[in-house]
């Protein structure tokens, strides 16, 4: 939550309140914020729908099995947040009035429509990344968590600004929208190291995954209920 309050900051701070800047473009920011807002609640639920298996046996000390739902998770999360990017990125090209539920016409200008399919990529980053901090979370590794997301925030707000220093009063949505890509990616990059390190004791193994349907919609399940729990909040 604070990092997106901050980062809405920062974007106005940059672009928002340019000397050149119109009305409509402070809107547009505001707008964005609110389907990056959405789409993160959804990214961070169904990562952590998986998680909360894991969490469960990894304190009964049944490592094998929360090896397994580790694994099951990531894909999982993986798999849906694709299934999310195609579907978000088809229905906005629908005609009006049902590619307006995606994104409002009125905003495809001004590099909205650029924007909110980059930030349909960087969904599909966070939801990765949100399985990777929920298992660290869930050995307990906090303060390893803590520094990942200060140093997600530091890389974001050093590429905007580098960004800001470099174009001026040229930067636009799109800058904004890269720099929260690249930031996510980065820590993406970990993540994928990280899963697939040996030493990681929910490192991934697809050889010897072995999963049930009922698993499948347990998580399932799991992730839809959060999913409408975070997105009603965040909406309002």
Same mark, same amino acid.
């Given at each position: 939550m604070l990092f997106q309050q901050?980062?809405?900051?920062?974007d106005f701070y940059i672009i928002g309140n340019q000397s050149n800047s119109s009305t409509n473009l402070d809107k547009t920011i505001s707008y964005m914020a609110q389907i990056k807002k959405i789409l993160q609640s959804v990214a961070?639920?169904?990562?952590?729908?998986?998680?909360?298996?894991?969490?469960?046996?990894y304190k009964k000390k049944n490592?094998?099995? /929360?090896?397994?739902?580790? *694994? =099951?998770?990531?894909?999982?999360?993986?798999? $849906? !947040?694709?299934?999310f990017l195609v579907v978000l990125g088809l229905g906005v090209l629908l005609p009006a009035p049902f590619g307006d539920i995606f994104l409002n016409k009125s905003y495809h200008s001004q590099n909205g429509l650029t924007y909110y399919y980059l930030i349909l990529i960087t969904f599909v980053a966070i939801t990765m990344n949100a399985v990777f901090i929920g298992l660290e979370r869930a050995k307990e590794k906090t303060r390893f968590v803590l520094i990942l997301n200060i140093c997600l925030i530091i890389t974001r707000i050093s590429?905007?600004?580098?960004?800001?220093?470099?174009?001026?009063?040229?930067?636009?949505?799109?800058?904004?929208?890269?720099?929260?890509?690249? /930031?996510?990616?980065?820590? *993406? =990059?970990?993540?994928?190291?990280?899963?697939? $390190? !040996?030493?990681?004791?929910?490192?991934?193994?697809?050889?010897?995954?072995?999963?049930?349907?009922?698993?499948?919609?347990?998580?399932?399940?799991?992730?839809?209920?959060?999913?409408?729990?975070?997105?009603?909040?965040?909406?309002?």
């Open positions: 901050l980062s809405v900051s920062i961070i639920a169904l990562g952590g729908a998986g998680v909360i298996l894991v969490a469960r046996e490592f094998t099995k /929360a090896k397994q739902y580790a *694994t =099951l998770a990531f894909l999982l999360a993986i798999i $849906s !947040s694709l299934f590429i905007s600004f580098a960004f800001k220093a470099i174009k001026q009063n040229q930067v636009n949505l799109i800058d904004l929208a890269l720099a929260d890509l690249i /930031a996510n990616l980065l820590l *993406t =990059l970990v993540t994928f190291y990280c899963m697939f $390190s !040996s030493k990681n004791i929910f490192n991934l193994q697809f050889k010897n995954l072995v999963f049930s349907k009922r698993t499948v919609k347990t998580i399932l399940k799991l992730a839809g209920t959060l999913i409408i729990a975070k997105s009603t909040y965040e909406i309002g």
